[in-house]
C-alpha cells in the first residue's frame, strides 16, 4: 500500500477521533446536568456513577423502573444527586416530555443516548421484527434523543456535548450481527454529521464505540438460528473476559474534555482493528473473520457442542 495512502488514512483517523471540545470539563461536573438512557444497566449505570462521583446532577432514564431507581438511589445514598424517568426510548413523545422537564428545570449540558439492546443471528434467520426492533431502539432511540434535545440545547445558548453509544460493530463487519452493525454503523455517521452541523454552536457530538464490554447485554440478546445455541456461552464469555463498563465511562468522560468524535473504547481492543480497517480493508477482513470464527468456537465450545478451550485469547482486558 502507496506510503502516502497510510498517511491519509491515519490523518483521517487522527481527526475523528481528536478534534477541540467546548471547553466543558469531563472531570469536574459540578454544577453540570446530564442526561443517561439505558442507565439502569451496564455502561449507562457505570456512567451515571462516574457523572454522578465527578460532581453533576445525573438523570437516570431506563425503560426498566426498578433499575432507574437502584441506581438512583445507589447515587443518592453516597451523597450525589440523581432523579429517576422511566421513559422509553422508541416512544418519541416521552423522551420529548424528557427533554422538556429536564431542560426546563435548569439546562442540560451532557446527553448521553445509551439505551440499547443485542442482536446475534445469520440474516436468514432473522425475522423483519427483528430489524424493526433494533432500528426503533438503537437507531431512533438515538433520533428521538437527538430531536427532542437538539433545540433546546441550543435555545439554552451554552457549550454541551452529546455521546451517542454506538458500537466496535459500527465500525467493522461483523458476520451474525448485520442488523445490530446497521443501526450502530448509522450512530456512528448520525454522531458525525451531526457534530460537524453543531460546532459552530459550541454542541459536540461523539459516538462512543465500545468492544466487548461485561454487562447484561449478551444474556438479554435476542438470538436467531445457530447463535440461539451460543447464547449462554457467548454470556459467559463477556461476564468472565469483557473489559469492564467503567472503563467505557471514563472513556466517554474524557471524550467530552478532548471533544473526541469517534471514541474507539478500550483503546488497545478496538483501535487496532479499527485503524487496519482504514489502512487496508482486505487484511482487516481477514482477520476480523478469524476472530469472529474463534468467538463462534469458544462460545458453542462453552455450551458443550464445540471445543472451546482458550476464551481467554480471544478477548483481552
Ligand atoms: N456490552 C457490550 O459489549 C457493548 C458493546 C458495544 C456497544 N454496546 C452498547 O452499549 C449500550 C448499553 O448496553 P449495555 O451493554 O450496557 O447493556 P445492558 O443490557 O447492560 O443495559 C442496557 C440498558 O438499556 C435499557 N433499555 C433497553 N431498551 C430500552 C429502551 N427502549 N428505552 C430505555 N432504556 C432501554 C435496559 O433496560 C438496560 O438497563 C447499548 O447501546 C449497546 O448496544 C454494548
New binding site residues.
Partial sequence: MPVAAAAVALAGIRSRTARAGTGLSGTDLHGRTAVV??????????LALLLARRGALVHV????AG??EAVTRQIVEAGARAVAHT?????AAAVDALAEQVVGAGGVDLLFN?????HAGAVADTPLSDWQRLI???LM?VVHGIHAFVPRLLAQGRPAHIVN?????GLLPVPGMVP?STT?AAVIGLSEALDAELRPHRIRVSA?????????????STMRGAWQERQAGATEL?ATR??S?DV?ARAALDAVTHGQVVVPTPRHQVLPPWLLMRLYPPLARAVNATFVNRVRSVTAGATGDAPGAGAQSVVKR
Fill in positions: 438512557t439505558g442507565a439502569g444497566s451496564g455502561i449507562g449505570r457505570s432514564a431506563d425503560v426498566d433499575r432507574a421513559v422509553d426510548v422508541c416512544d445509551n439505551a440499547g439492546i443485542g426503533d431502539v438503537n432511540g453509544t454506538a458500537s466496535v460493530a445490530y450502530k462512543l464505540c465500545p468492544g466487548v464490554i461485561a454487562t447484561d447485554i449478551v444474556r438479554t463477556y469483557g473489559t463498563p467505557v
